[in-house]
């Protein structure tokens, strides 16, 4: 029972191409992320998105990337010119504070695959 | 920013077992340490978390403990059974004023052996 959906599950695309993953909250949160999981390797942050703006980003979010909130709803990830190293999972999370802690709960994530 | 190390990579339990992971971080001023599951192909899932002003949390046959001192805390799995196989991360909250986003351990397969 994710409390975000992510679309598309799986996504295969040839290198250089661009690539836009979305993140539906089913319930309205100010704070998004979108983190990144290489095959085998740790959960890595990405983009930290409050309010409809960037909040924070890692080494990781370069030019490359982008983030939006088109339309009030949806949350997209916009990866430019795919790379073979941006094979991986990607997961949107939603924060809730809960005690002075900001409780993360994970989308099911989007795989994406470049060739 | 926040750096979290986490030990062992890998570890194998027999079936009823105890299993313990320990992760230790840099920044004094952390105050959120949740653990999380990750079964094979699925999300990260949250089974317990502290905040820096308890020392311990059980919750049935998962606890977790903090030493803020020595800046670090243990995830401690008993009479552990085969559906506990799974990788698992620890985590901090980068301070506040942040976008408190998590900072991941790097993850410890755990396998539990019938």
């Known amino acids: 029972e994710p409390e975000v959906t992510q679309t598309p599950s799986h996504q295969v695309t040839q290198m250089g191409q661009e690539v836009i993953l979305r993140c539906v909250p089913i319930?309205?949160?100010?704070?998004f992320y979108w983190y990144r999981q290489i095959l085998g390797q740790k959960v890595e942050f990405l983009v930290s998105?409050?309010?409809?703006?960037?909040?924070?980003k890692s080494e990781i979010f370069d030019d490359q990337f982008s983030v939006e909130r088109p339309d009030g709803s949806n949350f997209t990830l916009k990866i430019r010119s795919t790379k073979l190293e941006d094979s991986a999972m990607y997961f949107c999370?939603?924060?809730?504070?809960?005690?002075?802690?900001?409780?993360?709960?994970f989308g099911a994530g989007s795989r994406l695959t470049v060739l | 920013g926040e750096n979290v190390e986490q030990h062992p990579s890998t570890l194998s339990v027999q079936e009823g077992d105890s299993a313990v992971i320990k992760c230790t971080y840099s920044?004094?001023?952390?105050?959120?340490f949740p653990w999380y599951k990750q079964e094979l192909g699925k999300r990260p899932q949250l089974i317990i978390d502290?905040?820096?002003?308890?020392g311990e949390k059980k919750d049935q046959r998962i606890a977790v403990t903090l030493n803020k001192t020595a800046k670090h805390f243990s995830l401690h799995i008993t009479e552990t059974q085969p559906e506990d196989s799974a990788v698992y991360f620890c985590?901090?909250?980068?301070?506040?004023?942040?976008?408190?986003?998590?900072?991941f351990g790097s993850g410890t397969q755990l396998t539990v052996l019938p």
């Open positions: 920044d004094s001023a952390s105050n959120y």
């Open positions: 502290i905040r820096s002003n308890v």
């Open positions: 998105f409050y309010n409809n703006e960037i909040s924070e």
């Open positions: 319930s309205n949160h100010l704070y």
């Open positions: 999370a939603r924060g809730r504070v809960d005690a002075g802690a900001n409780v993360l709960t």
């Open positions: 985590a901090t909250t980068d301070p506040p004023g942040s976008a408190r986003q998590l900072t």
